[in-house]
């Protein structure tokens, strides 16, 4: 059932998810069997957040979309475009996409970011692209492009306190303007890559991957928190672990605002190249049920 009309106002992130962007998920003729319980899952877990929550935008986080030193921040009314895997041409060699954007939540993140000491500018850009870490979750999260989008960067220069800090911000202003958003890290968790598709972590990968998975569905993000550091080295995570850093910084200010959360994983640990990737919502443990019915 659609979330009851006295929350409808709250403004707030109200789910976060992690979410894969394996290029081979984004044409159907490349996607190996092996990865297709990763296109089920963000099939199954898009339905359920549009159908049960009825969010009002999108922020997606991904690891494809690099930054040097600054957060640009997308403003644009409207993201239209063609995706290239620019990596590998081949898998996707041009994908269409058409998407509203909130160039108001855009703005107000970056005057919110810039005033919690984060640095951040403006992507104003009529020319600019998204890259396959943002398209591929949102085609299949969002086959309609139904819900507004806002993209934010992996920042080469910002210290996992800073994407805490960033994550946090997001929460605050979307709560501020009474948008109820959900949260989306485009990432894998291992990864340390080799040639070969079929390729899985190393054992001790997958474990520290499915120790951290643990944690968060059990919403015990302080511990995850507290161990990432260790975490992000060992298993060399996406972007140096700064995508998921920036979504233990949302789930903090959740959990801190609204009560205890928890996890539910959609389908199963998937590898690509010696990475490993999954689908994974977290919310207020009323508001997980209700997607999980």
């Known amino acids: ?62 690891s494809h979309w690099v930054a040097t030193f600054d957060w640009p921040v997308t403003c644009q009314a409207r993201h239209r475009g063609h995706c290239v895997a620019s990596e590998a041409p081949q898998l996707m060699p041009g994908s269409p996409y058409d998407y509203p954007g909130d160039p108001e939540l855009g703005a107000a993140l970056v005057d919110a970011f810039n005033a919690g000491g984060v640095p951040s500018v403006r992507n104003e850009s009529s020319h600019f692209v998204w890259d396959y870490g943002t398209f591929v979750p949102l085609m299949h999260l969002d086959p309609d492009a139904e ?24 929460h605050a202003t979307a709560q501020r303007l009474g948008r109820r958003a959900v949260f989306l890290a485009s990432t894998a968790l291992s990864h340390v890559l080799v040639r070969g598709r079929e390729h899985r972590p190393t054992p001790e990968r997958v474990e520290a991957d499915q120790r951290f998975l643990v944690q968060l569905e059990a919403g015990d993000i302080k511990t995850s928190i507290t161990g990432f550091d260790a975490y992000r080295k060992l298993s060399g995570l ?44 977290l919310a207020p443990a009323p508001t997980l049920a209700r997607l999980t019915n």
């Open 238 to 281: 996406e972007m140096g672990g700064r995508p998921l850093a920036t979504m233990l910084g949302v789930t903090r200010a959740m959990a801190t605002a609204g009560g205890p959360l928890k996890g539910r994983q959609y389908g199963d640990y998937a590898q690509s190249s010696g990475s490993g990737n999954v689908v994974m919502a």
């Open 147 to 170: 819900i507004p989008v806002v993209v934010l960067p992996s920042v080469l220069q910002a210290t996992i306190h800073e994407c805490l800090e960033a994550g946090s911000l997001v």
């Open 1 to 62: 059932m659609p979330e009851p009309e006295a929350s409808a106002t709250k403004g707030g992130v109200i789910a976060s998810a992690i979410v894969a962007h394996v290029p081979t998920l984004g044409v159907p003729a490349n996607t190996p069997a092996y990865q297709q319980t990763l296109v089920n899952a963000e099939r199954s877990i898009g339905a359920a957040l549009r159908t049960t929550l009825r969010p009002d935008v999108w922020v997606i986080l991904s």
